[in-house]
């Protein structure tokens, strides 16, 4: 199931595309990244524009 996670150490995760809530993370404010794991690894999790 697709899902969006936060990569700036808040370890955020949401059901719908978004930004990050967390006003102590290192992303805040910033778009979440689209994951497609179903291991709650976040392993599938590719960065727009990174190559991944």
């Known amino acids: 199931m697709s899902h969006f996670i936060c990569k700036g150490g808040c370890n955020g995760v949401a059901d719908t595309p978004g930004t990050c809530q967390a006003s102590d993370c290192a992303d805040f404010e910033k778009d979440l990244i689209e994951c497609s ?3 709650g690894n976040h392993g599938s999790a590719t960065e727009e524009g ?3």
Do not use: I, N, V
């Open 37 to 39: 794991c179903e291991d």
């Open 50 to 52: 990174s190559g991944e």
